[in-house]
């Protein structure tokens, strides 16, 4: 079909053009067939499950240890989570009980696994979803090898864009770059372990395309545009040479703002912004050092809760890694912000626990809200953080204050985990800066008090804007009443800047409020000190920031803040695209 364009979810970024091959299932999941030998007991039925688990567990390892080799620790503890299923201790013991009871090992396995996961597929959270779709690949793992097969990814020899219905983590674990130069799929999402297995190996991919192995036939030429998740089938000689045209343009556009990593934050009149980066999964990191960012503003920790509860040690090795790899800049760490749109598995099982379902969730038990109603949880991240703080260079953060109370609460915490530390003679440094979130319009409000509490505020645009428009920020029916640019917001912004100033304190913004081009000279007129945002943003945001004169945006921040309607904004900062060179640069960039 000629240059069908499909769109799915952008999982993996980069542009790559080459020949489709189409995996059916049956290649995907191998067919080498390997009769067990050896220690197998014919007619036993439990011991053959327990070899069963032990060549899968074997299998598992290799994998893992290969992947490791080509990526970090971090993405290899994907695949711990599916080994930690070879330890559920229910599914085994329901399994070994129907073996005793006449099931063979094949039948009793089956029936524990459809028993362990009834319900699952109606359930609609995506993160859920996903994590069901690891566990069902081990299941199949080890049924295979309870049919004396093992499952095994049969790759082509030859470069080429993978194409098929789904990948499971341990077959993306296992795909070489230098041979599957992107892959396409119909299933998965943006958090699914596959996706965040493809941006480890710098593979682009898109995923979610719903029906794209219906379209493709191997050998086929295809395009895969991991940076806007569309697919381009059989392109037409106009389409390649656009997309030709598009790498080296990307790859020109990179080496222009990589020339920008070491210069300083400026405005043209020389006024200094700190520029630091969200860290959300421990990758960006490297970036954010890459691109000479100032600092993380954000570390995001809900990747690290996303398997089971992880214990202070665990928590404080990462932490420390982290704030070593940035040293002397800083590392902000947010405390864990569960709940709202950021559901996550407490436990290997991924039951949604009953104690964070809320009928309403963005405006139910989240953030600093979960953590001061289990305080065991949040302790133990907090003494992992004061331990982190060897060098001096972390700093605390708050999620999802609403007002004083939290932050007093919040800091007997801190003085709790700092006792407690000290009971246990471990060794943390005494001083630790601390910043709250102002995400909820309440704590905008009285950003004064809250400041006096504190020794710095981070604006949240994200959930600022969702709160004070009423706005599910994640709801595609009322995404044209989410405006972070809304007069009320702006509003907000400018209240809470000016009252951590009054009392001496320093603002940031961390929200994505800071990479929104036309907000840049708002923001930065109304006296913001630092901006964080993800280290994809990073050098565009210092480029234009250097393109600014403060005089300018001061100018712009104070005709934005007189306009009372949303219509107002929009049409002054068409005026400035005509008025001001950057702007309209930005502009057309934006709008594109
Ligand atoms: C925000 O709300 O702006 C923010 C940075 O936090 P998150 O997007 O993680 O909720
Ligand atoms: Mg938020």
Redesign the pocket.
């Known amino acids: 079909m000629k240059n069908k364009l499909i769109r799915g979810v952008p999982a993996s970024p980069g542009i790559v053009i080459g020949k489709a091959v189409r995996y059916g299932s049956e290649k995907l999941k191998g067919s080498k067939v390997q009769e067990f030998k050896g220690s197998m007991v014919k007619g036993d039925e439990v011991q053959k499950f327990e070899s069963a688990l032990d060549t899968v567990r074997r299998e598992l390892e290799l994998i893992r240890e290969d992947f490791l080799s080509r990526t970090d620790e971090h993405h290899a503890r994907i695949l711990d989570a599916e080994l930690l299923v070879l330890e559920d201790e229910t599914l085994m013991k329901n399994t070994i009980d129907g073996i005793k009871k006449g099931a063979s090992a094949i039948e009793s396995f089956k029936a524990s696994m459809d028993q362990a996961l009834k319900g699952f597929d109606r359930v609609k959270d995506e993160y859920i979803r996903e994590r069901v779709a690891d566990i069902r690949d081990v299941a199949e793992r080890i049924l295979h090898s309870l049919k004396g097969q093992s499952r095994k990814l049969s790759l082509r020899k030859e470069k080429h864009i993978l194409v098929a219905t789904d990948l499971v983590p341990s077959d993306t674990a296992m795909l070489d770059k230098k041979i599957v130069t992107g892959f396409a799929t119909d299933l998965g999402g943006e958090t699914s372990h596959t996706s965040i297995m493809a941006r480890a190996l710098k593979i682009p991919a898109v995923v979610g395309l719903k029906e794209i192995t219906k379209f493709i036939e191997t050998g086929e030429e295809i395009i895969i545009d991991g940076n806007h998740g569309v697919v381009v089938i059989d392109p037409d000689e106009r389409t390649r040479r656009a997309y030709e045209k598009r790498i080296r343009e990307f790859q020109e556009y990179e080496r222009e703002l990589l020339s920008l990593a070491s210069l300083p934050c400026k405005t043209i009149d020389g006024h200094s912004i700190e520029l630091a980066c969200?860290i959300e999964i421990p990758e960006e990191l490297d970036a954010a050092l890459d691109y000479g960012a100032s600092g993380v503003g954000?570390m995001?920790t809900e990747f690290l809760y996303l398997e089971k509860l992880p214990g202070e040690e665990e928590q404080c090795k990462t932490y420390s890694s982290f704030a070593k790899k940035i040293y002397p800049h800083s590392l902000i760490i947010?405390t864990l912000?569960i709940g709202?749109d950021?559901l996550i598995g407490l436990g290997l099982n991924p039951t949604p626990t009953s104690e964070i379902r809320d009928a309403n969730p963005f405006l139910g038990w989240r953030g600093i809200r979960f953590s001061l109603g289990r305080q065991d949880i949040f302790i133990a991240q907090l003494k992992a953080i004061l331990r982190a703080n060897k060098q001096g260079n972390v700093k605390l953060l708050f999620?999802m204050i609403g007002g004083v109370r939290e932050v007093l609460e919040a800091k007997s915490c801190v003085e709790e985990a700092k006792a407690q530390l000290s009971r246990e003679g471990k060794t943390y440094r005494k001083n630790i800066e601390i910043g709250v979130?102002i995400?909820v319009p309440s704590a905008a409000l009285i950003a004064g008090a809250i400041a006096k509490e504190v020794d710095f505020l981070s604006?949240?645009?994200?959930?600022?804007t969702q709160y004070t428009l009423a706005c599910d920020r994640g709801n595609i029916k009322v995404q044209d009443y989410y405006n972070p640019l809304h007069p009320a917001v702006l509003k907000l912004i400018k209240r809470t800047i000016d009252a951590a100033h009054s009392v001496r304190k320093w603002v940031g913004c961390?929200?994505?409020?800071g990479n929104h081009p036309l907000a840049l000279p708002i923001l930065i007129g109304l006296g913001i000190d630092e901006l964080s945002v993800a280290p994809l943003y990073l050098l565009e945001v210092k480029k234009n920031i250097r393109a600014l004169s403060m005089d300018e945006a001061r100018i712009i921040a104070n005709e934005v803040l007189s306009l009372e309607t949303e219509e107002g904004v929009k049409r002054y900062v068409k005026e400035m695209k005509k008025k001001i060179p950057v702007i309209r640069e930005i502009m057309e960039k934006y709008e594109e």
């Open positions: 969200n954000l995001r947010r912000d709202g950021k999620p979130m995400e604006i949240g645009s994200n959930d600022l961390c929200g994505e409020l």
